[in-house]
């Protein structure tokens, strides 16, 4: 069976600092995997997809970046956090655009 | 582009007493939609989904939730919700045509709080 992997669970950081969160998903290839962000009373919001190896979309412009260096690993990174960066953050794959997507259970990241 | 509104922010309700989350998307194109839940500290679980077919579709956990294409709504009712109920619920929407993103458009989540 398919499995997502997310971490750290948790984290805290100092503003300025950089970051470097991870996903990978077993059981399965070539899935399409996402990054979300879900900020207190916001719901989730879409940050980044890529539906290849080396293929992102970006749908917020923002302070932070991502890249697929494998076929199942997602990373999201950030040279320099800010406060506003503060979330919880939630890597997704799902084996299609219209399949359904599975969800890691987060890295709740804080900055100080 | 597509938007989904979840008119309840929080919803309580006493154990072994009904519930609907109420659901309503926008969108200009047909859609798929979703039912999400999260439990404290935890990632999203699908819930339940439609997709085509019956506008009726069921979860292994008692839940149910209607598709009505003319109201542009999904509730998502149980007939007797229990403790274990008590989580945050999104409802979510992907647009079957017309490009853009691949990822979901989400509500903003209702809080289900059950009332011993």
């Known amino acids: 069976s398919q499995t997502i992997h997310q971490w750290p669970a948790t984290l805290v950081q100092p503003v300025g600092s950089p970051l470097s969160l991870e996903c990978t998903v077993e059981?399965?290839?070539?899935?399409?995997l996402y990054w979300y962000r879900q900020a207190a009373g916001r719901g989730l919001q879409l940050l980044f997809y890529?539906?290849?190896?080396?293929?992102i979309s970006s749908e917020v412009p923002q302070n932070l970046s991502a890249s697929r260096p494998q076929d199942r690993q997602f990373i999201l990174s950030s040279k320099k956090l800010l406060l506003s960066d503060s979330g919880f953050y939630l890597c997704?794959?799902?084996?299609?655009?219209?399949?359904?997507?599975?969800f890691g259970d987060g890295t709740r990241l804080s900055i100080l | 582009a597509q938007s989904v509104t979840q008119l309840d922010s929080q919803v309580p309700v006493f154990e072994e007493a009904p519930v609907e989350l109420r659901c309503n998307y926008s969108s200009s194109v047909s859609v798929y939609l979703f039912w999400y839940v999260q439990y404290p500290n935890q990632g999203l679980q699908l819930l339940l989904k439609y997709l085509s077919g019956s506008t009726l579709v069921e979860s292994i956990n008692g839940f149910e939730a209607e598709f009505n294409k003319s109201q542009t709504s999904f509730h998502l009712r149980k007939p007797s919700v229990h403790i274990s109920d008590t989580a945050e619920y999104f409802c979510a929407v992907i647009p079957l045509s017309g490009g853009g993103a691949d990822g979901l458009t989400f509500g903003k989540g209702t809080h289900l709080i059950i009332q011993p």
């Open positions: 890529s539906v290849g190896i080396g293929q």
């Open positions: 997704a794959w799902s084996g299609g655009r219209y399949q359904p997507q599975h």
């Open positions: 059981g399965t290839s070539n899935p399409n």
